[in-house]
């Protein structure tokens, strides 16, 4: 065997340039599959987490406008909630499926708030507890909202923990009193989002002292509720047309009117979202495989002139008594050694600039303004994904070296002693 090796690494040195341009274009070949990976991987990070703010069990609605007239009303018709309506659309969801949240929302937009002489301006969102588990929300310091703060009205409230810093700096929070819209509020608690919101920075209050306060006329300008026992995007979506023609008949309005209400289902979304993202990383796979592609076309070149060059040794070989099978076995290891030792540093550089890059952006200061929105984040591969790329290098490696070896053993003896 060792014999075997020293024939191999001899080969290799007397063909250095040759063997290093095949061996970059291997390398250069998985070099660019993990960097194609690692940034689809990025931007289905990056734009996954921007709609984890909710989990995937909820539904919401959003009563818009009328775009088409229906049974005598006139498009152009706002569609608003009421108190009545909520009580009532609360019953027939529990009526068609187990409902675990609910929580009405009032949204004042762009409120301000302040702490001395600093001051912000975020959505202020009046909501019902249990809001917090449909949003995926933690506690980073306090508590959150809970059932004795809606009914008793309670002035309270809590922030985004960039909120939080803009307006007490290093100062605790928890306990002093904010001035939203001319009024103080006792901050509770700090919360984030799990899976991370750049853009979502609302802060909350009880959603009855929402009303109470700031919206005496009842406007409420969404509902959403969590579910279970929905796995299914089609189970999802057609709980939703039910959802839409029970509204329709409440609200009287099309119930082909999407305009009028808007609904947003969670689950459907989500697995579009996959569907799409699954779409790209195919797309990403043909490209970096063609470009693995290029690197074995290049090698299975090198190998046919190495074994064409070699035809008058192996010609003796087999007339000293080597057997076919070792003839093959010594080419096609040449054509392993080669493709494993570039593959390997390919990958190994691919690996590092994307773990460099992905330490280098968790490490780098969020964006705190309104509009923020990630669409790169985390650009690493599964080590699965690397490991899997070596064996198709491998695989590769052992028909580059098979097939011109296995052509060069079945000349006779004679006629490869005769080869120029």
Same mark, same amino acid.
């Given at each position: 065997?060792?014999?075997?090796?020293?024939?191999?690494?001899?080969?290799?040195?007397?063909?250095?340039?040759?063997?290093?341009?095949?061996?970059?274009?291997?390398?250069?070949?998985?070099?660019?599959?993990?960097?194609?990976?690692?940034?689809?991987?990025?931007?289905?990070?990056?734009?996954?987490?921007?709609?984890?703010?909710?989990?995937?069990?909820?539904?919401?609605?959003?009563?818009?406008?009328?775009?088409?007239?229906?049974?005598?009303?006139?498009?152009?018709?706002?569609?608003?909630?009421?108190?009545?309506?909520?009580?009532?659309?609360?019953?027939?969801?529990?009526?068609?499926?187990?409902?675990?949240?609910?929580?009405?929302?009032?949204?004042?937009?762009?409120?301000?708030?302040?702490?001395?002489?600093?001051?912000?301006?975020?959505?202020?969102?009046?909501?019902?507890?249990?809001?917090?588990?449909?949003?995926?929300?933690?506690?980073?310091?306090?508590?959150?909202?809970?059932?004795?703060?809606?009914?008793?009205?309670?002035?309270?409230?809590?922030?985004?923990?960039?909120?939080?810093?803009?307006?007490?700096?290093?100062?605790?929070?928890?306990?002093?009193?904010?001035?939203?819209?001319?009024?103080?509020?006792?901050?509770?608690?700090?919360?984030?989002?799990?899976?991370?919101?750049?853009?979502?920075?609302?802060?909350?209050?009880?959603?009855?002292?929402?009303?109470?306060?700031?919206?005496?006329?009842?406007?409420?300008?969404?509902?959403?509720?969590?579910?279970?026992?929905?796995?299914?995007?089609?189970?999802?979506?057609?709980?939703?047309?039910?959802?839409?023609?029970?509204?329709?008949?409440?609200?009287?309005?099309?119930?082909?009117?999407?305009?009028?209400?808007?609904?947003?289902?969670?689950?459907?979304?989500?697995?579009?979202?996959?569907?799409?993202?699954?779409?790209?990383?195919?797309?990403?796979?043909?490209?970096? &495989?063609?470009?693995?592609?290029?690197?074995?076309?290049?090698?299975?070149?090198?190998?046919?002139?190495?074994?064409?060059?070699?035809?008058?040794?192996?010609?003796?070989?087999?007339?000293?008594?080597?057997?076919?099978?070792? &003839?093959?076995?010594?080419?096609?290891?040449?054509?392993?050694?080669?493709?494993?030792?570039?593959?390997?540093?390919?990958?190994?550089?691919?690996?590092?600039?994307?773990?460099?890059?992905?330490?280098?952006?968790?490490?780098?200061?969020?964006?705190?303004?309104?509009?923020?929105?990630?669409?790169?984040?985390?650009?690493?591969?599964?080590?699965?994904?690397?490991?899997?790329?070596?064996? &198709?290098?491998?695989?590769?490696?052992?028909?580059?070296?098979?097939?011109?070896?296995?052509?060069?053993?079945?000349?006779?003896?004679?006629?490869?002693?005769?080869?120029?």
């Amino acid at each position: 065997m060792k014999d075997l090796w020293t024939e191999i690494f001899i080969a290799i040195r007397a063909n250095k340039l040759r063997t290093c341009l095949t061996g970059f274009s291997i390398a250069w070949g998985i070099f660019m599959l993990i960097l194609l990976l690692a940034s689809g991987n990025g931007l289905r990070n990056g734009m996954l987490s921007n709609f984890n703010y909710m989990s995937n069990n909820t539904i919401s609605f959003y009563p818009g406008v009328t775009s088409k007239p229906y049974r005598g009303w006139q498009s152009g018709r706002e569609i608003r909630f009421s108190a009545n309506d909520l009580d009532f659309i609360k019953q027939q969801i529990q009526q068609m499926v187990e409902m675990t949240n609910f929580s009405p929302i009032y949204n004042l937009w762009s409120s301000s708030i302040s702490y001395g002489d600093i001051s912000a301006s975020e959505t202020l969102s009046g909501v019902c507890p249990g809001f917090d588990k449909m949003r995926n929300m933690y506690v980073v310091s306090g508590r959150l909202l809970d059932e004795s703060d809606e009914r008793e009205y309670r002035k309270v409230i809590i922030l985004h923990p960039k909120t939080a810093e803009t307006l007490f700096k290093t100062e605790d929070p928890i306990g002093k009193y904010v001035n939203l819209q001319g009024l103080l509020f006792k901050v509770v608690g700090v919360y984030d989002i799990k899976g991370g919101s750049g853009w979502n920075k609302s802060y909350y209050i009880p959603f009855s002292t929402s009303q109470k306060i700031f919206n005496p006329g009842g406007y409420i300008t969404d509902v959403t509720f969590a579910i279970s026992g929905i796995e299914t995007a089609a189970q999802s979506e057609a709980l939703s047309n039910k959802l839409r023609r029970m509204l329709s008949a409440r609200m009287q309005f099309d119930p082909d009117d999407k305009n009028a209400m808007w609904i947003e289902d969670r689950m459907s979304s989500y697995e579009q979202s996959q569907v799409i993202f699954n779409g790209i990383s195919l797309f990403i796979w043909i490209i970096g &495989i063609g470009t693995l592609i290029a690197g074995v076309v290049g090698i299975s070149n090198i190998m046919l002139i190495t074994v064409k060059e070699r035809t008058k040794e192996f010609g003796i070989r087999k007339a000293l008594g080597a057997t076919p099978s070792s &003839i093959i076995k010594l080419v096609v290891l040449e054509s392993l050694t080669i493709t494993l030792l570039f593959g390997y540093i390919g990958m190994l550089l691919g690996v590092a600039l994307t773990e460099t890059v992905a330490k280098l952006m968790s490490s780098a200061p969020v964006e705190s303004g309104d509009n923020s929105f990630n669409m790169f984040m985390n650009p690493t591969v599964n080590l699965n994904v690397a490991i899997a790329a070596m064996a &198709i290098l491998v695989l590769a490696g052992v028909i580059a070296g098979y097939i011109p070896a296995h052509k060069a053993v079945k000349i006779k003896p004679i006629e490869a002693m005769q080869a120029k």
